[in-house]
Every structure is written in structure tokens, then in C-alpha cells.
């Protein structure tokens, strides 16, 4: 290395010693950290290769664009709303229903009133009306994906009943009526969800000053449907898509002759013609009927009264058990059809002037009179019915229950239209029969079958005017009465029979004694709560030996009054 040689200049700002020459080698520096940079970079993408195999045609697919992310979860919210809007116009403008926005979410808000009567979760006609609607509408949307949440609400009045303990109850089950009815239409039950909120969320509860408002337990007694999507759900959305593009790129296929006509394109063109048939006053005729029998029926009906098949004695309570409430009806007979029983409680209701409705323990039709809560009251009752019908099947029915326990009653029921097999021919010919004849109805789903109803009616007097007015209508073929299912407990009875009532033990001791030497039935003595004492059989599950001994008392001993008891029990 060569020397420089010093500056002799003491004024100089060199230093007085002498510089070394600059290495000529010191670009390597600069190529080495260029060589060290490719190298990271060649590792880290050899790195990716091996996590994702399929191929990628750019960086943002790997290390995931939050552009692309954004996009990704964007929702067709609105695209829902305008068409949900849109389908559903009328009933938001008679006020049946509200649509908004929340968020990323739809909602769809029904008056609870509607749908329910006071401390019950039964979906009432004009609720089940309105699901079949927004059904409709579901169907027909672009968008079938979205997942629905139904919200129960009720107001802040608290309730305690034997099949609710508290409004979280009653809400939550309001709201899984709701679901289950969604899933009988045919909408997936992954897509569904339920929750009772009870009145944990009011829709209006005061005003600026702090206020009630009048009218806030009516606003917030409220269904609720909530329309939204999960990431699960926007991730399949995203693969539908994916696949609905490779697909577009596929060539067309040339199709040289046309499909044949589809069932439902058949069964819609026969709907059309029955609206049709109707403006010009012709008969209905609804497609894709199930046979049922009509009511009213013709032939004279027959008692019909099976014993129990069970040797064993349930424990019922009694009426004069200490602490249980009973009540008490007049029963004229049970029978194996609806029609049957129709018919006798009308021909009842014409002979005593009292009035009798229907019940069912799902086997036999069983008519009796309006229940009530005094025993003197129905053994009036009793007698009454009995001079003027003339019947050994004529008895009181005991309803002693537990507190809680849910006490059987008269039928609730329906007018059916028809039925269909197709779910969407159903939920037409609902709108049909609204909009041509102005009838309310809504589909039931019974296994495959769609049956087209209006209802429920509380009592057999109404149901059956109604079915007159459908039928001055024009609607005259495939319409009948059948009972609500639910309105149907599978009760039981056990026998007993009252022979006599005495105001003293005495008396009422020499005439057990009497029937026991004549007749060989034993009896006992009990004192009633009003102070009467009453001869009565011991219990019986078997009928026939309870009417044997009727009709040995009647006979034998003409001054005797038997009463047939009808112990019933769950």
C-alpha cells in the first residue's frame, strides 16, 4: 500500500500522519445484502407453497386482502328488504306487520295480539295467516340462505299458570310455536333458532316525562323475526358463487325440444281455473283432495262406552276430599265420530235447553254439557237430562285434578278447504281464497300433506256457522269440520255409582242394608261437604258391571235415585 506523503502546512486540516487508500473490494458489501434479501424472499415463498397447494394467482389469496375480506362479508341485507317489502305490501299497509333494519340484520315485527289470546302460546287463525305470507314471500326472494331467529316478547304483567311459571315461559314457548310451525312448512330447521325474552326488552315504555305510556303492554306483546346471516353462512355463500361462475363459463348446452309439464305447473293452472270458476258462480272444485267425512251427519248415531282394559284402581281424588276442586258436567254418551256426536248434543240441547259441547281422549267422541263448579248445580243437571233423554248412559263426569295438573276440555276446531301434496299449490290457493272469497286460512302440514284451514272455533255452535257462511260463499265441495288435535287429552274413566242421598246416617244405613240383602251390592256411607249423606258403590274400572248394577237398582227398586259417577282422570 502506498504512502501519501504529509502536509507540511501547519495551516492544513489534514491530519499529520498519512491516509490509507480505499479498498477496492467494497462492493461485495452491497452484493451480499442483495444475495441475503432474494434468499429470505425465496425462502418464505417455498414456505407457502407447502401450506397451499392449489396454485394462486396472486398474494392477496394467501395472505388474505383485507379488501378482499371486506367484500367478502358483505351481505344482500337490503336486496332482502326491498323484495321482502315489496311481496308483502298488503299486509303492511292494513298494519299487520312491520319491516326495518337493524344493523345487519331484518326484522320483521308482528302485534302479539294477533297471534295469541291472554297466558296461552297457541297460534291463533290470523297469526298462522300471516306465517303463511311471510312464508310466501320467503320462498319467493332471491336469497334463501338467511338464518331466522324468532323472538317471543310479552309485557311486564306477571303471569303464573300451570303450564307457565313466569313470562320467560310463556315467551320462550310463543316463539317455539312459531319455529316448529316454520319447520312443518318445509323451511330448514338449521336455518331456525327460537328465544323468549319475556318483557326484559319493551318496545315503549315511558314518554319524555317519564310516563307509562296507555298503550305500551299492547306494543310490547310482540313476535319478532330476525333475518341474518353467520360467517359460516357467508362462507357458503361465497363457494355457491364460486361455483355459479365456473359454471357460467361452461358452454350452453342446445336444448331442441321442450320439458315436459311439470305436476305443480298442472296443479297451478288448475288453482287459476278454480278462481276462474268462481267469478263466474260455478262450484269449487279444490285440487288434489283428501276425503273426509262432512258435518253434520245423517244417520242416527249409537252409543258407544269401551271399559277399561286395567284391573288396577287409579288414585283419582274425590269430591269430598278435603282441599280439591272439582267441577262437574252432564255426559250423554261417547261415540266413535264427530258427526255422531254432533248430532246428540244438538238433539240434547233441543230436549233440556242446557247447553253441550264435544270432547275427545283421541279414541271416542264423548258430549256433555257446560262444565261447572257446583255439585248440586249438576246433579240438577243431571236429573234433568236424564227424565228428558231417557238414557242408562246418561252420567255426571268428576273432573278432581291436582293444582297444576292440565284438566281436559271441550274441543277446539277447524273448517278444512282440501289438501295438497305440493307446499306451494297450498300456500297459492290460501292467497286465493282470501283474495276471491275474503277467507282467512292457513296451512297445516300433517306428514306429507299440506291441508288448507281456517279456525280454531271454541264451541260446535260456532264452527258450524261458519261452515254455512263458507258455503253460502259457493264453496260447497271438500269442506268439513275436524277438532284441533291439541284440544285432545288422552283421559280415562272409572265407575261409581250415587244410589241415594240421605239428610241422616240412619236412613241412609237402613237402605244399604236393604240393597245389600235384596241385591247383593255393597255400598258405603260418606258424608258430603254440604252436609248430605250419600249411599254410594265402591269404585269400578269395569262398565258393564257398573251398568249391571244401574239397571238392577232401577228395576229392583223403583224409589231409588242411581246416578252414574264418570271418575275421570289422565
Known amino acids: 500500500m502506498k504512502e501519501t506523503p504529509i502536509n507540511k502546512n501547519s495551516n492544513s486540516l489534514y491530519p499529520k500522519k498519512p491516509f490509507e487508500d480505499l479498498d477496492d473490494e467494497s462492493w461485495q458489501v452491497s452484493y451480499l445484502d442483495i444475495i441475503t434479501i432474494i434468499l429470505g424472499f425465496l425462502i418464505i415463498l417455498l414456505s407457502v407453497s407447502q401450506i397451499a397447494k392449489p396454485e394462486f394467482t396472486s398474494l392477496s389469496t394467501v395472505f388474505g386482502n383485507s379488501s378482499d375480506k371486506t367484500e367478502f362479508l358483505t351481505t344482500p341485507i337490503e336486496e332482502i328488504q326491498e323484495e321482502l317489502e315489496r311481496l308483502l305490501q298488503p299486509q303492511i299497509e292494513q298494519g299487520r306487520l312491520i319491516i326495518y333494519k337493524d344493523l345487519n340484520d331484518i326484522r320483521i315485527r308482528f302485534?302479539?295480539?294477533?297471534?295469541?289470546?291472554?297466558?296461552?302460546?297457541?297460534?291463533?287463525?290470523?297469526?298462522?295467516?300471516?306465517?303463511?305470507?311471510?312464508i310466501r314471500a320467503f320462498q319467493q326472494t332471491s336469497y334463501s340462505d338467511?338464518?331466522?331467529?324468532?323472538?317471543?316478547?310479552?309485557?311486564?304483567?306477571?303471569?303464573?299458570t300451570a303450564n307457565y311459571d313466569s313470562n320467560w315461559e310463556l315467551s320462550t314457548a310463543r316463539a317455539s310455536n312459531v319455529v316448529k310451525y316454520f319447520d312443518r312448512m318445509g323451511l330448514e330447521e338449521d336455518r331456525l333458532k327460537a328465544s323468549g325474552f319475556a318483557d326484559s326488552?319493551?318496545?315503549?315504555?315511558?314518554?319524555?316525562?317519564?310516563?307509562?305510556?296507555?298503550?305500551s303492554k299492547e306494543q310490547n306483546r310482540r313476535i319478532v323475526l330476525r333475518l341474518f346471516y353467520t360467517s359460516e353462512g357467508l362462507q357458503k355463500r361465497a363457494n355457491d358463487e364460486?361455483?355459479?361462475?365456473?359454471?357460467?363459463?361452461?358452454?350452453?348446452?342446445?336444448?331442441?325440444?321442450?320439458?315436459?309439464?311439470?305436476?305443480?305447473?298442472?296443479?297451478?293452472?288448475?288453482?287459476?281455473?278454480?278462481?276462474?270458476?268462481?267469478?263466474?258462480?260455478?262450484?269449487?272444485?279444490?285440487?288434489?283432495?283428501?276425503?273426509?267425512?262432512?258435518?253434520?251427519?245423517?244417520?242416527?248415531?249409537?252409543?258407544?262406552?269401551?271399559?277399561?282394559a286395567s284391573n288396577e284402581l287409579p288414585n283419582i281424588p274425590s269430591f269430598l276430599d278435603e282441599n280439591i276442586t272439582c267441577s262437574y258436567s252432564v255426559q250423554v254418551g261417547s261415540f266413535q265420530s264427530l258427526a255422531a256426536g254432533f248430532q246428540v248434543a244438538n238433539n240434547a240441547e233441543t230436549k233440556t235447553g242446557l247447553n253441550f259441547e264435544v270432547a275427545s281422549n283421541n279414541q271416542l267422541y264423548s258430549v256433555r254439557s257446560t262444565s261447572v263448579s257446583s255439585f248440586t248445580e249438576a246433579l240438577n243437571s243431571y236429573t234433568k237430562t236424564s227424565e228428558e233423554l231417557d238414557e242408562s248412559s246418561v252420567g255426571l263426569i268428576h273432573q278432581c285434578y291436582q293444582g297444576g295438573q292440565k284438566v281436559p276440555t271441550t274441543l277446539e276446531y277447524q273448517i278444512q278447504f282440501g289438501a295438497f301434496q305440493n307446499q306451494e299449490n297450498a300456500l297459492n290457493y290460501t292467497i286465493e281464497l282470501e283474495q276471491e272469497f275474503q277467507i282467512q286460512t292457513y296451512m297445516n302440514r300433517l306428514s306429507n300433506t299440506y291441508n288448507i284451514v281456517a279456525g280454531p272455533y271454541d264451541s260446535r255452535e260456532r264452527v258450524i256457522e261458519q261452515l254455512n257462511s263458507f258455503k253460502a260463499k259457493g264453496i260447497t265441495e271438500n269442506?268439513?269440520?275436524?277438532?284441533?288435535?291439541?284440544?285432545?287429552?288422552?283421559?280415562?274413566?272409572?265407575?261409581?255409582?250415587?244410589?241415594?242421598?240421605?239428610?241422616?246416617?240412619?236412613?241412609?244405613?237402613?237402605?244399604?242394608?236393604?240393597?245389600?240383602?235384596?241385591?247383593?251390592?255393597?255400598?258405603?256411607?260418606?258424608?258430603?261437604?254440604?252436609?248430605?249423606?250419600?249411599?254410594?258403590t265402591e269404585r269400578s274400572m269395569d262398565w258393564n258391571e257398573t251398568i249391571s248394577k244401574y239397571q238392577r237398582l232401577k228395576n229392583r227398586v223403583p224409589s231409588s235415585n242411581p246416578v252414574i259417577y264418570f271418575l275421570e282422570y289422565i
Open 111 to 134: 302485534k302479539g295480539d294477533d297471534f295469541y289470546t291472554s297466558g296461552s302460546a297457541s297460534i291463533q287463525g290470523e297469526g298462522l295467516d300471516l306465517l303463511n305470507h311471510v
Open 146 to 160: 338467511f338464518n331466522i331467529e324468532v323472538e317471543g316478547h310479552t309485557d311486564n304483567v306477571p303471569i303464573s
Open 201 to 215: 326488552r319493551p318496545l315503549v315504555q315511558f314518554d319524555s316525562f317519564g310516563n307509562p305510556f296507555a298503550a
Open 242 to 308: 364460486a361455483l355459479a361462475a365456473n359454471d357460467e363459463s361452461l358452454p350452453e348446452v342446445d336444448i331442441t325440444s321442450p320439458e315436459p309439464e311439470s305436476q305443480a305447473d298442472q296443479i297451478a293452472k288448475e288453482v287459476l281455473s278454480i278462481a276462474t270458476a268462481n267469478k263466474n258462480k260455478e262450484k269449487v272444485e279444490v285440487p288434489e283432495p283428501i276425503k273426509e267425512e262432512i258435518v253434520p251427519p245423517t244417520p242416527t248415531p249409537e252409543p258407544v262406552t269401551e271399559p277399561i
Open 479 to 536: 269442506i268439513f269440520i275436524k277438532p284441533v288435535n291439541e284440544s285432545m287429552l288422552d283421559y280415562k274413566y272409572a265407575y261409581q255409582l250415587q244410589l241415594d242421598s240421605f239428610s241422616s246416617i240412619n236412613e241412609a244405613q237402613t237402605v244399604s242394608n236393604r240393597i245389600s240383602e235384596t241385591l247383593g251390592i255393597s255400598s258405603t256411607i260418606l258424608r258430603s261437604k254440604d252436609g248430605a249423606y250419600l249411599l254410594l
